[in-house]
């Protein structure tokens, strides 16, 4: 089956450190990549997709995430972080082809940052 | 504003009671989607629609139904064989599931506990 991996359950960083969230997924076929950010009480929001061409996405807020297609592998960047993007964010995977159950979700992973 | 509204946002159920969780879309978004996220899991499908008066079972349909009466309307029963009903819910859109570049829009969850 389908499925997404997260490297991390829970990311602790300081303000102004940079972070790499791990993303990868099991399927051979095309995909598109998306990842969803959810802020403490609220729901999930889009942060950026990828569908094709240019494998580096700029989403919102200065994520930007990289599709590597040899490693199965969407990392999530972010250069220097902010206490406001204390979070769980979401790796999801659109199967294309797949209609319907098309979107498999990782588990998550929580940040949390220190002022 | 066009959004996905879930209601309630918390609610509570006494062993053996069906409950029924609220999700309407102004999106006007053809396919729906409900899904459960527990800790440490992500987000498992329960149900989708890809169109009104059709829905389809996702990952782990049992215990739960749905309906698909109207096209802004898709509610979620969790019913007394649900056996650990307790968790978050989500519910979801997106323009049609065959256009499977389109990114899903969620509602604000339901938390759902058992007394």
């Known amino acids: 089956a389908q499925s997404v991996s997260q490297h991390n359950h829970h990311v602790i960083l300081s303000e102004a450190a940079s972070l790499e969230l791990g993303c990868n997924y099991s399927y051979g076929g095309t995909v598109n990549l998306f990842w969803y950010v959810q802020y403490p009480g609220q729901h999930l929001q889009l942060l950026l997709k990828?569908?094709?061409?240019?494998?580096l996405v700029k989403g919102i807020k200065g994520f930007e995430a990289e599709f590597i297609k040899s490693k199965f592998s969407f990392n999530l960047r972010k250069p220097s972080v902010q206490w406001s993007d204390t979070a769980e964010y979401f790796c999801?995977?659109?199967?294309?082809?797949?209609?319907?159950?098309?979107?498999?979700f990782g588990p998550g992973t929580r940040l949390s940052v220190l002022p | 504003d066009g959004g996905i509204t879930q209601s309630p946002k918390y609610l509570f159920r006494k062993e053996g009671q069906n409950v029924t969780l609220s999700c309407e879309q102004n999106?006007?978004?053809?396919?729906m989607y409900w899904y459960r996220q527990d800790p440490g899991q992500g987000l498992r499908l329960i149900y989708y629609?890809?169109?009104?008066?059709?829905?389809q079972k996702g990952d782990i349909a049992e215990g739960y139904s749905v309906s698909r009466e109207k096209k802004e309307s898709f509610p979620l029963t969790v019913t007394s064989a649900q056996k650990n009903p307790t968790a978050f819910y989500l519910c979801?859109?997106?323009?049609?599931?065959?256009?499977?570049?389109?990114?899903?829009?969620f509602g604000d969850g339901t938390r759902l506990s058992i007394l």
């Open positions: 999106l006007n978004h053809d396919a």
């Open positions: 629609s890809q169109i009104v008066n059709d829905f």
């Open positions: 999801a995977v659109n199967l294309l082809g797949n209609y319907g159950q098309n979107f498999v």
């Open positions: 979801a859109s997106s323009i049609d599931t065959r256009a499977v570049n389109q990114p899903q829009h």
């Open positions: 990828y569908f094709s061409g240019d494998p």
